[in-house]
Every structure is written in C-alpha cells, then in structure tokens.
C-alpha cells in the first residue's frame, strides 16, 4: 500500500506564492502523480499531472500560474502556485497510480493522500 502526505498548505494573500508537497512511500519514477484540488461546495478538479518521463499536464485555466515537478530521487512531488486568487481556496490533494507504469494516459488513480488546506484571502 502506497501512502501519501501533503505539506505545505497554509493561508496567503491573493497574489502571494505557495508551494505544495508530497511525500510518497514508494519510488516514484514508475507512477503516475498528479495533484487535485476540491473547493467548498465543487466538485474535485485535476490541477495537474506528471508522468514517468516528467512530461506535465495541467488544468487549462492553471497552466500559467501552477507548475508541478516530481524528484524522484526523493520520491517527492511538488506544486509551485503562484499569484494565487481567492478562488484558488481548496484542499489540495495529491495522487498516485502505477498500474501503467507510470505513464498517464487515461488513468485513475489508486492512492491518495489526505489532503492540504490552502486558504486565498
């Protein structure tokens, strides 16, 4: 069983910066990672998501603030976010699968991590 632990939440000011953790119990290079985001009262949306050759995805409407990256050395993935908006406000979720190892076409994820607050004010 993979766990996964976020860090790194807290409360900013809009246009402030910070930057999400995610410690994985496993060696990361052959999974899928991806981080979520769910708002009061919305449905969970993907933010991002980072393959085994670190080729990135991202949210659409994210993509210019918001920059994923993993170090698998460390087994560690990372959400950079940057000029951040109130209606960035959301636990922050990150996630992991490895049944295609670690590629992410069209794939769910198996493991999740707690969750992380990160409140924009």
């Known amino acids: 069983h993979v766990q996964l632990v976020e860090s790194g939440g807290g409360s900013v000011q809009a246009g402030g910066a910070l930057r999400l953790s995610c410690q994985v119990s496993?060696?990361?290079?052959?999974?899928?990672l991806a981080w979520f985001r769910q708002a009061p009262g919305k449905e969970r949306e993907e933010v991002a998501r980072?393959?085994?050759?670190?080729?990135?995805t991202y949210s659409a409407s994210l993509k210019d603030r918001f920059r994923i990256a993993k170090d698998n050395s460390k087994d560690t993935l990372s959400l950079q976010m940057n000029s951040l908006e109130p209606e960035d406000t959301a636990i922050y979720y990150c996630a992991a699968d490895g049944r295609l190892k670690g590629a992410c076409d069209n794939t769910d994820f198996t493991y999740w991590g707690q969750g992380t607050q990160v409140t924009v004010s």
């Open positions: 980072i393959n085994n050759y670190s080729r990135t």
């Open positions: 496993a060696h990361i290079h052959s999974y899928c």
